[in-house]
């Protein structure tokens, strides 16, 4: 067996083709699962696995000459073949999943063993960074190379940034606290032993029983384990989709899902739906967990008929590819009810226990969750009302009216399965007369009293309202908090209503940043540009700017000054905002007003008014008509545009 720290392949003459098939052979799983690693997951499960073996098998030196070479030098430079392969087909070379010799076998679908909440985090922290990276993991990992030896090889199979895609591959394990090898070396990235499903069980009718198949994991010896259902024992398993996607069959059998242990967000070193436990008094209800599943996969109806699916904007309501995690299983409002977690999205899937009625399936966003963000979900609504299941770490449930500030907050009951007595939300519509929110408290085994509030905007996950305190001389710039102290408080009392826009978007959080205080013209009082920014889960977000003025009343709404989709402004990526509006006085006089936030150094104006002031605020006698657009220096030397024109009163 050739030493775990052996040097890279070196450019160079191959090795003697027998001396590479005898070191394939003996070290072939190892080669296709490093393979597997770095090959891109966008092939999806199925198709990376068959191209993880075309890799390793297409790596054999070709026509007989070749130097004479020792066992380590000849892994070498095998291993040498696969690497680059595979980094290849991330910048664009396609893979044939037929072609020479690869094994296939008609109608069946491959798959990896699906492992456990642990495997499913690090399979999408691996998602989220370039082939070169997760072959740098495994090579430092799985392979046990040096330090200095990684950046080598890399470069030497094409990769331009070695030492980027080394750093991060050191953050990735240092993320999973010493359990790296045992993750990568499990059953989730392991593409000689698999699963098989079929691809067109409905086309073909489900006429026929599909046995298991064992396919020879080339000349390793290493057994595909084939552990298709016979048929009628569960829902059978859909040939794609709505969006076609074959591979989802792999997902559907309810045995399979996956089950975080109760304690599991106590000792993660992330908070996030991944360490939900399944809870709910029907959790092993496999019936109901297979019809809900194969809602998913789009394989038929409920008890009552054809299952009615919806999608928050951003979202694919396509079927898993993997076996998802099982969140909640029981009965809520009459009717019976399943949540399930596939890494990047959440499903609800009900169906009415008794009458009429047709059951349904709703598909949201939930990847990159934290704390507050993956707090709770929509079990069920009701009368204006939602019951609420909680993260294992919240210790605590309030409920408040955000329109107010100064009421106490009212407990929430919450039963022993985690779901919370029905909490009034937000009227869809007609006047804005309460705005009632969820304020969760996390528990000290992971945060000390860290309270926080979520709204219910009628998606399944209620969105993190944070604040953003104005700016302050001598204070550095403020990072949104919890709008759980009074002056957040009053802030959101003043901006709860314009949320209704944002109903069924898909949106994650809000945050109220208030970016700068102006002195009103003719004595009127000091007033704060709030710019409220959304941000959705599938990434885009909007901003909403609006000027609150003094007022006897904690709830008076602010007045609207731009909107804007799809921008950074306001956020982590575009912390620079300026922004305008016409104001008229109490004595009839009107006024430009615009205000800009810390960086900005001068405002000037075009259009229908011609103006400039050299500070971050402006206030100057203007008409009523006429559009003016708003533009800003930065103290940095750039400029900003303004959030919208300032368009003429109507």
């Keep these: 067996m050739p030493a775990r720290h052996s040097e890279p392949a070196l450019p160079g003459a191959p090795p003697r083709r027998e001396e590479a098939e005898a070191v394939l052979v003996e070290h072939y799983p190892r080669l296709v699962r490093l393979a597997y690693l770095t090959l891109p997951p966008a092939l999806g499960r199925h198709r990376r696995v068959l191209a993880a073996h075309r890799v390793v098998q297409r790596a054999l030196p070709r026509g007989p000459g070749g130097r004479e070479a020792g066992r380590d030098e000849a892994y070498a430079w095998v291993r040498g073949r696969v690497l680059a392969a595979a980094l290849a087909a991330e910048r664009g070379t396609r893979l044939r999943a037929r072609a020479c010799g690869l094994p296939f076998v008609a109608g069946l679908r491959l798959f990896p063993r699906a492992g456990g909440t642990d495997e499913l985090g690090l399979d999408r922290a691996l998602s989220a960074v370039d082939a070169a990276a997760r072959a740098a993991l495994a090579l430092r990992v799985l392979e046990g190379l040096p330090p200095a030896a990684v950046p080598e090889l890399l470069a030497a199979a094409g990769t331009p940034a070695p030492h980027d895609a080394v750093r991060t591959a050191e953050r990735l394990a240092a993320e999973q606290q ?40 080339a000349a390793a010896g290493v057994v595909l384990a084939a552990v298709l259902p016979a048929r009628g024992t569960h829902p059978p398993a859909p040939a794609a989709g709505p969006a076609g996607s074959a591979e989802s069959g792999a997902a559907l059998d309810p045995r399979q899902v996956v089950r975080a242990p109760r304690d599991a967000w106590a000792h993660a070193s992330r908070m996030d739906f991944t360490v939900w436990p399944a809870r709910g008094a029907r959790d092993h209800d496999t019936a109901l967990v297979g019809r809900a599943l194969a809602a998913w996969g789009g394989a038929g109806g409920g008890p009552t008929g054809r299952v009615a699916v919806t999608a928050t904007p951003g979202t694919a309501a396509t079927p898993p590819d993997r076996s998802p995690q099982l969140l909640y299983a029981g009965d809520a409002d009459r009717a019976a009810v399943v949540l399930l977690y596939d890494g990047a999205r959440v499903a609800r899937y009900a169906e009415p226990m ?12 939930a990847d990159d969750g934290d704390v507050t963000t993956a707090a709770a979900l929509v079990v069920s609504r009701a009368a204006g009302s939602a019951r609420y299941l909680l993260a294992p770490w919240v210790a605590e449930a309030t409920g408040r009216d955000l329109l107010r500030p100064d009421s106490p907050a009212r407990t929430v009951r919450v039963g022993g399965d985690g779901v919370t007595d029905p909490v009034r939300g937000p009227a869809p519509g007609g006047p804005c007369g309460l705005w009632p929110v969820l304020q969760l408290r996390s528990s000290q085994r992971i945060a000390e009293r860290h309270a926080f509030l979520l709204s219910d905007l009628g998606d399944l996950s209620p969105v993190h309202l944070t604040y953003t305190p104005p700016p302050a001389a001598g204070v550095s710039a403020r990072s949104p908090r919890e709008a759980t102290s009074g002056p957040a408080l009053v802030s959101w009392a003043r901006t709860a209503c314009a949320l209704t826009e944002l109903r069924g978007a898909g949106v994650k959080a809000v945050n109220n940043w208030a970016f700068a205080q102006q002195d009103m013209p003719e004595h009127r009082g000091r007033a704060t540009w709030v710019c409220s920014r959304a ?33 950074a402004a306001c956020g982590r990526f575009g912390q620079n905002v300026v922004a305008g509006l016409r104001w008229r006085s109490p004595a009839g006089h009107w006024y430009l007003l615009a205000a800009g936030s810390r960086a900005v150094s001068s405002i000037s104006t075009s259009g229908g008014v011609r103006a400039r002031a050299g500070s971050r605020t402006l206030a100057v006698r203007a008409p009523a008509t006429g559009s003016v657009r708003l533009s800003a220096r930065l103290s940095t030397g750039g400029t900003l545009q303004g959030v919208a024109p300032v368009e003429p009163v109507p």
């Excluded at 993750?183 to 392991?190: A, R, T, V």
């Design 354 to 365: 008794s009458g009429g009625g047709g059951a349904a399936l709703d598909v949201s966003r």
């Design 178 to 217: 010493g359990r790296a090898e045992t993750l990568l070396g499990s059953g989730e990235f392991d593409p000689c032993t698999v699963q098989t499903r079929p691809t067109d069980l409905l086309r073909r009718g489900g006429g026929r029983r599909l046995a298991g198949a064992a396919v020879a994991c």
């Design 535 to 567: 941000d959705t889960w599938s990434g885009p977000g909007r901003v909403m700017v609006q000027v609150q003025q003094p007022s006897s009343s904690d709830t008076a709404p602010g007045t609207f000054a731009g909107k804007a989709r799809n921008t």
